[in-house]
Nanobody
Framework: QVQLVESGGGLVQAGGSLRLSCAAS????????MAWYRQAPGKQRESVAI???????NYADSVKGRFAVSKDNAKNTVYLQMNSLKPEDTGLYYC?????????WGQGTQVTVSS
C-alpha cells in the first residue's frame, strides 16, 4: 500500500512563505503525476498544483506566480513552495499521487495564514 506523508504546514502571517513536503513510500517516478490539493473549511477540495513524470507543471489560477511544485525522485518527495501567502490560502493541504490504476492520498497538513 502506497503511503504519502505531508509535512511543513503551520501558522504564518500574510505575505510569508511555507514549504510543504510529501514523502512517498514508493518511487515517485512510478506515478503519472503528483499533485497538491487543498480544502478550506466549508469548501470543496480543489487542485492547487500538479507535476507530471516529465516535470511539466500546472497551477490553479489563484496560486500562479506564488506557488511552485517540484519533486526529487531520488528522495521520493514532492514539494510545494508557497510564497506571498494570503489568508485565502488557509486550508488542509493534501498530497495526491496519480497511479496508473488508482490514486493515493495523504492525511493532509494544515496551513493557516493570518491577516
Amino acid at each position: 500500500q502506497v503511503q504519502l506523508v505531508e509535512s511543513g504546514g503551520g501558522l504564518v502571517q500574510a505575505g510569508g512563505s511555507l514549504r510543504l513536503s510529501c514523502a512517498a513510500s514508493t518511487y515517485t517516478s512510478s506515478f503519472k503525476a503528483m499533485a497538491w490539493y487543498r480544502q478550506a473549511p466549508g469548501k470543496q477540495r480543489e487542485s492547487v498544483a500538479i507535476i507530471t513524470t516529465s516535470g511539466s507543471t500546472n497551477y490553479a489560477d489563484s496560486v500562479k506566480g506564488r506557488f511552485a511544485v517540484s519533486k526529487d525522485n531520488a528522495k521520493n518527495t514532492v514539494y510545494l513552495q508557497m510564497n506571498s501567502l494570503k489568508p485565502e490560502d488557509t486550508g488542509l493541504y493534501y498530497c495526491n499521487a496519480q497511479g496508473w490504476v488508482q490514486n493515493y492520498w495523504g492525511q493532509g497538513t494544515q496551513v493557516t495564514v493570518s491577516s
